[in-house]
């Protein structure tokens, strides 16, 4: 019986794995080879170089400046969209009818394809005719130079950053919130207690495995942004959006680094692959 | 007393919702609203109103370039990848919950961790088995290439199985297969992801074809 079961579960999932091998699992391998040598894309010849593409990493300030600026990025867009994420979906319980408009609204920029969006949004930050910089300016603000100023580009790139992040975490939280047992909180009631204390000790604690999966993904998600940093700065002004997946596209297919590139990406594997080791045992102590 | 505070905190609820709405839905507004605008009046006040309704812009673009030929192959891609993606996902997720092989934990674990493979990184390999194939140029490339696993489907095929499984008798697993794959609550999440699965595809087309 249990040959049987094998061969079934096999068959079932040899559609997904021989894709996953053909072009995951197999190119990744591949990637792996390229970055032990100095190949430039077009040369016939791989010229093997061994670690020396990881021994450079680790020298390079602009690696160095990618890696901060990537830890900055990953960590307020999803701290900042997990916990925002979390108010709304609260503010949205019990609401009716008005709440299917809200989400709506909140998922809408989830299901955009961020390519368009970050054009759009270019236009909004422009200095001169964009929409954020008018309205600040008439309320007395300084309107800076979003997307050109060494200072305000990564705090742009990371508001539309959150943005696109945000309606996940709020559908994910609305979910759960919902299916939390009611008769808990009635009790909860009866005995007066305030709805400031029901969200510290009985909310927040109940959605603990929704925060891990909200935080793990939008984690991975983050760590690899690309499209939307692409279109409104490409990394500039002097580095100071570079995030490692531009990076790594920058050394790859404008300087035809490919040795190096591949380095920097499976380097950025690793750390996505130790940090979210890390966040599951730490979710596991927990429980 | 109290009936003042709840009442309090709903307008501020209220209030706090409208003003994290209309963030969200700026860009959104400010593009139907200047798609309106004729061009001269393109960056001038009212920003965010609706004034004039320029349509001819909407007939220019079309014929800017072969938008038709765009929609259909953004259409025929992203149709076929997403039921690509939900036919061996939901496959696979069956294969997972109900059961047990050897290697079940490794081979998760290396699913889990495609999701954290670098896209950019694999573009060269991929070309190049690509190529190997005769495939460069085709549409059919891009459908394969994004037809495997995935992890969004799996799981939510996952807790759709085991949610189905609980109400049924074994004998009836096999036949929820088709079910999971053509069940209106299933079909409809994923209809709603087809505009998100259109992008990538797209990025890559582009790659390809340019890199020739």
């Given amino acids: 019986v249990r ?24 190119p990744f391998i591949w990637s792996a080879q390229i970055s032990l040598t100095s190949w430039d894309g077009l040369n016939a010849v791989k010229k093997f170089v061994g670690f020396q593409n990881y021994i450079n990493l680790f020298s390079d300030a602009e690696f160095r400046k990618s ?48 390519v368009a969006a970050a054009v759009v949004w270019q236009l909004l930050f422009d200095p001169y005719v964009g929409v954020i910089d008018l309205g600040l300016r008439a309320l007395h603000l300084p ?37 939390l047992p009611t008769s808990c909180y009635e009790a909860a009631d009866l005995d007066g207690v305030s709805g400031w204390q029901k969200v510290r000790y009985m909310t927040i604690p109940l959605m603990r495995p929704v925060t891990t999966l909200v ?71 927990h429980e | 007393m109290r009936t003042f505070k709840k009442v309090s905190i709903r307008i501020a609820d209220h209030f706090a919702l409208i003003v994290i709405s209309s963030v969200i839905i700026l860009p959104f507004v400010w593009m139907i609203t200047t798609s309106l ?89 991929s070309f190049q088995i690509i190529q190997h194939l005769h495939w460069a140029d085709n549409l059919a490339a891009l459908i394969i290439r994004d037809a495997g696993l995935r992890l969004e489907s799996f799981f939510s095929v996952n807790s759709f199985i085991q949610f189905r499984a609980t109400l049924m008798t074994p004998r009836k697993w096999m036949g929820l297969v088709p079910y999971a794959l053509f069940g209106p609550s299933f079909f409809r999440l994923h209809v709603q992801r087809l505009p998100r699965l259109l992008y990538l595809p797209f990025c890559l087309l582009g790659m390809i074809s340019s890199g020739r």
């Fill in chain 2, 37 to 125: 605008k004729p061009p001269k009046l393109a960056f001038a006040a009212p920003y965010l109103i609706p004034t004039h309704f320029h349509w001819q812009n909407f007939v220019n673009a079309w014929h800017e370039a072969p938008f038709s030929r765009y929609y259909v192959n953004s259409i025929i891609v992203a149709v076929l990848v997403t039921f690509g993606q939900v036919f061996t996902s939901a496959l696979a997720a069956y294969a997972f919950d109900r059961f047990e092989f050897p290697l079940k934990k490794t081979l998760w674990f290396t699913l889990l961790a495609s999701m954290m493979v670098p896209l950019p990184l694999l573009v060269i390999p």
């Fill in chain 1, 143 to 179: 309107g800076p130079n979003w997307l050109s100023d060494t200072h305000w580009a990564l705090p742009a790139v990371i508001i539309v950053g959150i943005w696109k992040r945000l309606g996940f975490a709020v559908i994910v939280y609305a979910a759960g919130l919902s299916s």
């Fill in chain 1, 3 to 26: 040959n049987k079961q094998a061969r079934t579960a096999y068959l079932l999932i040899a559609p997904a794995l021989i894709l996953f091998i053909g072009f995951t699992a197999y």
């Fill in chain 1, 215 to 285: 935080l793990i993904t939008g984690f991975i998600d983050a760590i690899q942004v690309f499209d939307h940093i692409f279109i409104l700065t490409s990394g500039g002004p002097m580095g100071s959006t570079n995030v490692m997946s531009l990076l790594l596209f920058n050394q790859g297919f404008k300087l035809f680094r490919l040795g190096y590139a591949s380095a920097i990406g499976w380097t950025l594997f690793m750390i996505i692959l130790a940090l979210t080791m890390l966040q599951w045992q730490i979710r596991r102590r």
């Fill in chain 1, 67 to 114: 890696l901060s600026v990537t830890t900055i990025y990953t960590v307020s867009v999803t701290l900042i969209s997990t916990v925002l994420g979390f108010l709304i979906a609260l503010m949205l319980q019990r609401r009716g009818k008005s709440s299917v408009i809200y989400r709506t609204i909140f998922f809408s920029p989830v299901v955009t394809a961020t």
